[in-house]
């Protein structure tokens, strides 16, 4: 769709949107009626599987109303602005080195990070993980030495300990199978899938060790997605895993049959400006296969 000279808007389909618009912009290839209205800007982009399906959605938009289109494109401009928003927060984010020991972050926030933790995804939906929230300095003290002396540790507004679930996933503790009850299927079928769960993941369940590594991998998914959460509204975290794993356990008097220490995500407030974020150009990391 353009927008022309008078702020009439014009409509039409094509296999290049840039070539086009050049057309209609510069040469006499364009239409008759943007060649009169010129100069012309471009303000919405819709893409079609085929040009059947495009010729129809052209001739849908030239009927809607002018405050319908206006509506249109302003909703494609939210979209891509959400986008630029998105990326702009996963530049913002970066591993703090240090906290702002004088600023707390505050409860409504926290509780809104965690809530991004609680609705994050996990596999068969077993969602077996635990965050303890750390506030508690004299406990941070103590835990310091065993994470490398990092900083972190001990400035961060919040440490939250980030728990991978060992009992609840083995199918004898019951738990998998009320977990998988909330569906609200019939008992037969329950049955089935509880079978499934067990002989799917027979190796991963024949250890306490193999089932912290499945776990662990879960509880991933819910940290990534609290840093995200954080970043969202301005802040910091760092993703910690060089620490002493049992004596962690054992300052934080962990019973390890039933959760172990994934990882640490300390959250608060940079006290330095970050560094320029390095990262490996998207060709590197990304391949398409057609």
Not at 21 to 45: C, I, M, N, Q
Not at 75 to 103: G, Q, T, V
Not at 223 to 247: L, P, Q, R, V, Y
Request: proline share 2%; net charge neutral.
């Amino acid at each position: 769709m353009l927008e022309c000279n008078d702020k009439s808007l014009y409509t039409g389909i094509t296999t290049d949107v840039q070539r086009r618009f050049k057309e209609h912009s510069s040469s006499d290839k364009g239409a008759k009626y943007t060649k009169v209205k010129r100069p012309l800007k471009l303000v919405y982009v819709e893409e079609s599987s085929n040009r059947s399906i495009a010729s129809k959605r052209e001739y849908a938009i030239k009927k809607l109303p002018r405050k319908k289109k206006l509506e249109l494109i302003k909703n494609k401009e939210n979209n891509m602005s959400k986008k630029e928003e998105f990326l702009e927060l996963m530049s913002f984010r970066h591993a703090c080195k240090i906290f702002d020991e004088n600023r707390k972050i505050s409860e409504e926030d926290i509780n809104y990070i965690l809530e991004v933790a609680r609705e994050s995804p996990s596999s068969f939906g077993m969602e077996a993980w635990k965050f303890l929230v750390i506030t508690n300095s004299e406990l941070q003290e103590k835990l310091k030495p065993f994470c490398w002396g990092q900083a972190q540790i001990t400035t961060c507004s919040h440490l939250v300990v980030v728990l991978a679930g060992i009992e609840n996933l083995k199918v004898e503790s019951g738990v998998v199978r009320s977990q998988l009850a909330r569906r609200d299927m019939p008992n037969e079928k329950l049955d089935g899938y509880v079978d499934l769960y067990a002989s799917h993941l027979s190796d991963t369940l024949s250890s306490d060790e193999n089932i912290y590594h499945w776990s662990a991998k879960q509880t991933y998914i819910a940290s990534a997605n609290m840093m995200s959460a954080a970043a969202f509204i301005g802040i910091d975290s760092c993703a910690i895993e060089g620490f002493e794993k049992e004596a962690v356990e054992k300052v934080l008097e962990l019973d390890t049959t039933k959760y172990q220490v994934a990882m640490l995500l300390p959250f608060g407030y940079r006290v330095k400006e970050q560094p320029s974020q390095v990262r490996s150009a998207f060709d590197d990391v990304v391949e398409f296969i057609k």
